[in-house]
Structure formats: C-alpha cells, structure tokens
C-alpha cells in the first residue's frame, strides 16, 4: 500500500506563494498519475491539479496560471508550487493517486493551507 504524507501548508497574505510535498512510499510510485485536491470548511472535497506518470498536468479553472504541478520520481515526491494566493485558496490540501480519474488510494491527513491579511 503507498502512503502518502503532505507537508509546506501554512498562513500566507494574500498574493504570497506556498510550495506543498507530497512525499510518497512504495516502490511503483512512477507507474501512478497523481492529483492535489482541496477542502475548504462546508464545501466538497476538489480537484485542483493533476499530473500523468508521464508528465502531462490539468488545473481547475480557480487556479489556471498559479499553480504548478510537479513529480520527482527519483524522490517519490509531487509538488504544487502556489503562487498568487488568494483567500478562496484556504483550505485541507490533500495528495492522492488517481485511477482513470478517481482517487484511489487512502488519504492522509492533509495540509493546512490559510491565506489572510
């Protein structure tokens, strides 16, 4: 089983950038496609950004042109490197693999992402 540990969450101004980790277990870390996904209080978990086993990346509108999705597979790791942080950016992140678009493994505990002035 891959476990999955996210890490980088904090609180930032509006306009601030973050960089979160998703750092993975497991040796087929590299046959996956990986997704970010976000959870504010009262609203339904999102997909925010994915990214194939061979590299080709998908963003929610929200975040179309400041946010970026990265893989080190040597290092078992996804990045989503936040720029332009906004407040309806607050929320859980989560890191999980996906499956012909669906999260498919277990979730961890996530990442606090905050963004105020």
């Known amino acids: 089983q891959v476990q999955l540990v996210e890490s980088g969450g904090g609180l930032v101004q509006p306009g601030g950038s973050l960089r979160l980790s998703c750092a993975a277990s497991?040796?087929?870390?590299?046959?996956?496609?990986m997704g970010w996904y976000r959870q504010a209080p009262g609203k339904q978990r999102e997909l925010v950004a994915a990214?194939?086993?061979?590299?080709?990346?998908n963003y929610a509108d929200s975040v179309k042109g400041r946010f970026t999705i990265s893989r080190d597979n040597a290092k078992n790791t996804v990045y989503l490197q936040m720029n332009s942080l906004k407040p309806e950016d607050t929320a859980v992140y989560y890191c999980?693999?996906?499956?012909?678009?669906?999260?498919?493994?277990?979730w961890g505990q996530g990442t606090q992402v905050t963004v105020s002035s």
């Open positions: 990214i194939t086993n061979g590299g080709s990346t």
């Open positions: 999980n693999r996906m499956d012909r678009g669906t999260p498919s493994g277990s």
């Open positions: 497991g040796s087929i870390f590299n046959i996956y496609a």
